[in-house]
């Protein structure tokens, strides 16, 4: 894993370096933003939440229904 309760799925680096990704999952959200500011003196990092397609079906339900 890349730190506790998070674990790294997949990496991509770049020739140069300057955009690499990361690819994470964890139950919890607030432990990949500690593991980000733990490295924040050294790199940009930016995270962006992202859902399965079990995960976002509830999502996107109550979102629809704020719809009508």
């Known amino acids: 894993g890349v730190a506790g309760g998070v674990n790294l799925v997949e990496r991509w680096r770049s ?37 399965d397609d079990e995960g976002i079906g509830p999502v996107a339900h109550a979102w629809v229904q704020t719809l009508t």
């Open 15 to 51: 020739g140069g370096g300057s955009s690499d990704r990361i690819i994470t999952e964890t139950d919890n959200a607030s432990l990949i933003t500690e593991w980000a500011l733990k490295w924040s003196d050294v790199c940009e990092i930016s995270t962006v939440p992202a859902l």
